[in-house]
């Protein structure tokens, strides 16, 4: 509880939300009136408004669609988003490496209003004072709720009718969740510091006082003080050079959800890769980014092709160091990326294609709220597939889906038998739930391969039209799954005549029976292969086909180490890694199945390098699997091999990756 002495907050009775408090001697908002009652009060109040003017959830929403706001209730957030909201939010702020804090005021320009208070999401901030008016004319009382472990608190501030600006001067605290500061040592350079924010799903109310849910839509700009020898970037306007003052100003003049704000700041030098495109990175790295993400301004041309014009200037990208929990994450003119992707080989770079894919889907059309992430993400794996095909053709993106399906079928396979198979519905419920376990194969794959099964039904050039017209329409919109549904009943299956069984997909479990096949020659030869291993024969990598590491991409050697048993022989394991360096190799997504199948087959010499790779990457994804076979081995000493090394990396971790670890570990 954060509560300045200077403006001490009063009683603000004015909602149901409010109880006495019977450890503090004022009013407080309780989180769990809030999100159960509140909740379900402001859903009566949402289909009594809705149905008394003339749109309901089912309707198009064009009608209830009001300056990129949606009226719908989200479980996720605090912010009375429905009565007064933010449109446009002015940053004014010092990043402080020394203190490891940010330190500012977020000026929030407020939308017409009638009401007395204003409620924003906060967590672990630390709220200093809350003013009124442009120039802060005016100072006023706020009060700061109970905390939800998952929501953080709801900051009630106490305004007019007329109130236009609401000032709320903060500072960060060690418990942000958003943040993550890395001393050099842990950058490429190892001379500057670095500093990342991560703000999906809702982490960003720990670096910002906001309506933290993706229902409204704002415009940005900040104006931030860094470090003189660092520079920052933003998911907005950038500059391409440090400033000689520290002092940089940014603009997003395009309406954005709250989990699209971001910052960067570090050593960073910019490498141009096109007219309207290039990477931030450490300089030590601009070489090799160069490189790697040569084919980016053919992906954004790709991208427009197929769905309409790229809407946000620029497509850049900041690799960010190690510990950046994701491949990468798609703020908007600036994605966000993962230095793993630097394989040298661009074998990575349908990360690329999937964050560029997110500047429509996504970031132009948002999911209205956490249980219709699969719009966000389903939506965004079948569109970065697609700009592979048109870059690298059918054969590389059938490869692609092909790895997915597989890592779909055991994601099902896995939540049938867990605490909440119905996560395998594509709408989600994710009340009293963090968003956040909500990011599972399931929104992802079994969302794209929805839109590939309807896609073969229709036909592509009928499909293509339908999902530009989409992207058209709903340009700067949030959406729920039951706007789409509605929307594809009326411009796709209706016109055409076509019977699909979208409420199985979308409302049912598992994988429907007319999901489309994908083969792959080359992942067929992979597994074959393998086969040929697990029988005990090692000519293909001995005098016979002697094969080589560089004969195959990624995506072929991980098909390749998914086909081989759990049976064969340690001995056999370190043969095949003599030959074909996995342990050692400078892929990060090889050496993920590599390890897991070192564990399951006791291959233990593959402890070091496993040892190394848990320590420097964050990357939750190149991780998590790791740990979970760990903990799953029935050998105890991969129980505390995993735990030792954990204690190890966890300094090194963003809050992300390391809660997701902590619970692996604490399950078992
Ligand atoms: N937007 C996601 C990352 C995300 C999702 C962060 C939910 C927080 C909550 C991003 O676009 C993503 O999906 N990244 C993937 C890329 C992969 C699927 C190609 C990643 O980081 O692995
Ligand atoms: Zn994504």
Redesign the pocket.
Known sequence: MFISIEYQPRLVENSLAFKKSSTRNNYICDPRIERGGMGKLHFFLFSIISFAIGSCANSDSEDDQKDGFKAVADVHSYANIEDIRTEHLHLDLEVDFERKKIEGVARHEMSDHKTTTAIFDVKALNIQKVTLGKDDEIGTDFEIGDEDEILGRPLTVKIKPDTKYINIYYSTTDETEALDWLDPILTTGKKHPFMYTQGQAILTRSWIPIQDSPTNRITYSADVKVPQDLMAVMSASNPTKKSATGEYHFEMKQPIPAYLIAIAVGDLTYTKLGDRSGVYSEPELAEACGYEFADLPKMVDAAEKLYGDYQWDQFDMVILPYSFPFG?M?NPRLTFANPTLLAGDQSLVSVVA??LA?SWS?NLVTNATWNDFWL??GF??YFENRIMEALYGEEIANIHKFIEFQDLTATVEDMENGDHPEDTHLKLHLDDRDPDEGMSDIA?VKGAFFLRTLESKVGRKKFDAFLKAYFTKHAFETITTEDFVEYLRTELLEPNNIKFNVEEWIYQPGIPDNCIEVHSKRLEYMAELAKEVNEGEMIFIGSGANLERNDFITQEWVAFIRGLSDSISPQTMAELDEKLAFSQSANRVIKLEWFQLAIRTGYKSARPYMREHLVKIGRRWLVEGIYETLMESDDPSDQEFARSVFDEAKEHYHYVTRSTVQEILDAH
Do not use: A, P, Q, R
Request: negative net charge; aromatic residues 10%.
């Open positions: 990468g798609e999937h964050e997110h996504g966000n993400e965004t794996v992802y």
